[in-house]
Structure formats: C-alpha cells, structure tokens
C-alpha cells in the first residue's frame, strides 16, 4: 500500500524558519521524482520544488533561496526547508511522488505564517 505521509507543519512568524517532511512507503522510492506544491485557501495548488532521483533539484521563482528541498533514498525521505517566511508562503503544503506512469500524493501539511 503506498503511503505518503507529510509532518512537521504549523505556526511560525515572519522571518522564521520550518521544515516539513514526507515519509514514503510502498514503492521504489528512489526511482521517483519528490516533489513538494502547495495550496493556498482560494487558489490553484502550484508546483514549490522538485527533486529527481540523482538530487537534481528546481524551485519555483518565489521560493528560490529561500526553500531547499532534498530526500534520503536510505530513510525514504523527502525534506522541504523553508526560511525567510513570508504570509504568502501560508498553504497547505502536499508531497508528491511520480514517475511518468504512477502518481502519488500525500493527505497535505499546514504551514501558516503569521504574527
């Protein structure tokens, strides 16, 4: 059974740092590419960061420098590193694995920034 199960979301100020993950089980996670979106209330879910399977990564232009993304294929791990939070970074935060044929997503983290 595949699972994909966020952590590590909530309450953090302006200017502050969070750092969610997602634990992958029941398929070849090192063989997919991990990717992290995001959806704020009244918006269209969008695409945060990615990471292939040999550690290549891409962030979308609000984030970059700001998020880091990476996974451990030992611990079937992928990480998503925030800081510099803004309000608009406030979103359910997804995790997704895919691999041109398969899709998977997880049941979603909240992060809010605010003060």
């Known amino acids: 059974q595949v699972q994909l199960v966020e952590s590590g979301g909530g309450l953090v100020q302006p200017g502050g740092s969070l750092r969610v993950s997602c634990a992958a089980s029941?398929?070849?996670?090192?063989?997919?590419?991990m990717s992290w979106y995001r959806q704020a209330p009244g918006k269209q879910r969008e695409l945060v960061a990615v990471?292939?399977?040999?550690?290549?990564?891409t962030y979308a232009a609000s984030v970059k420098g700001r998020f880091t993304i990476s996974r451990d294929n030992a611990k079937n791990t992928v990480d998503l590193q925030m800081n510099s939070l803004k309000a608009e970074d406030t979103a359910v935060y997804y995790c997704?694995?895919?691999?041109?044929?398969?899709?998977?997503w997880g049941q979603g983290t909240q992060v809010t920034v605010s003060s």
């Open positions: 997704r694995a895919g691999s041109g044929i398969r899709d998977y």
């Open positions: 990471i292939n399977s040999v550690g290549g990564t």
């Open positions: 029941g398929f070849t996670f090192s063989t997919y590419i």
